[in-house]
T-cell receptor, first 113, second 116 residues
């Protein structure tokens, strides 16, 4: 069974700190991996998408990496701000899965003043 | 950019009634749409894959007769929760697959269903 897990489940950091969110997946036959942000009671905002042939993607203060051999992806947030407070979800699609996304359990981030 | 809308954004209904949720891709055509369910404090779980012009493909454990999916056009998929019960109360989110090399899914804002 293809599973995606995220650690930690919750994280609280002071403003300005750099932080790393972790995502692991059980199947190395990954097609792509996405990181999303979800605010309370809201839908998903796509942050970064990494194709299986890529190792990382960057957008502003965000950098996501993908290591297929170890089954891991990380989302690095630089110089965190209170506005970054949200739940971050990673989701993977796997080869032969028809682009179905398997979501991780999420990391709830709080950036404090 | 690609935009996906959902209607309604929230709905409250009595137990035993049916509720229809619409998912629309506003500026692109989507042959494939997906329906997810999210319970409080949990992640998204895929319910079914909706294909334009054909029957939906349901994930294991999802009752196809209870959650009716109709992909009527390349821009519209509907999810009907039939004979809703309180345990069906959840956040329902759809996504639409945009054509292109990366098969990117764009997500709707979600629909909060509360069954009394």
């Amino acid at each position: 069974k293809q599973e995606v897990t995220q650690i930690p489940a919750a994280l609280s950091v002071p403003e300005g700190e750099n932080l790393v969110l972790n995502c692991s997946f059980t199947d190395s036959a990954i097609y792509n991996l996405q990181w999303f942000r979800q605010d309370p009671g809201k839908g998903l905002t796509s942050l970064l998408l990494i194709q299986s042939s890529q190792r990382e993607q960057t957008s502003g203060r965000l950098n996501a990496s993908l290591d297929k051999s170890s089954g891991r992806s990380t989302l690095y947030i630089a110089a965190s701000q209170p506005g970054d407070s949200a739940t971050y979800l990673c989701a993977a699609s796997f080869t032969g899965g028809g682009n179905k996304l398997t979501f991780g359990t999420g990391t709830q981030l709080k950036v404090e003043l | 950019g690609a935009v996906v809308s959902q209607h309604p954004s929230w709905v409250i209904c009595k137990s035993g009634t049916s509720v229809k949720i619409e998912c629309r891709s506003l500026d692109f055509q989507a042959t494939t749409m997906f329906w997810y369910r999210q319970f409080p404090k949990q992640s998204l779980m895929l319910m079914a894959t909706s294909n334009e012009g054909s029957k939906a493909t349901y994930e294991q454990g999802v009752e196809k007769d209870k959650f009716l999916i109709n992909h009527a056009s390349l821009t519209l998929s509907t999810l009907t929760v039939t004979s809703a019960h309180p345990e069906d109360s959840s956040f329902y989110i759809c996504s639409a697959e945009a054509p292109g090399p990366t098969d990117t899914q764009y997500f709707g804002p979600g629909t909060r269903l509360t069954v009394l």
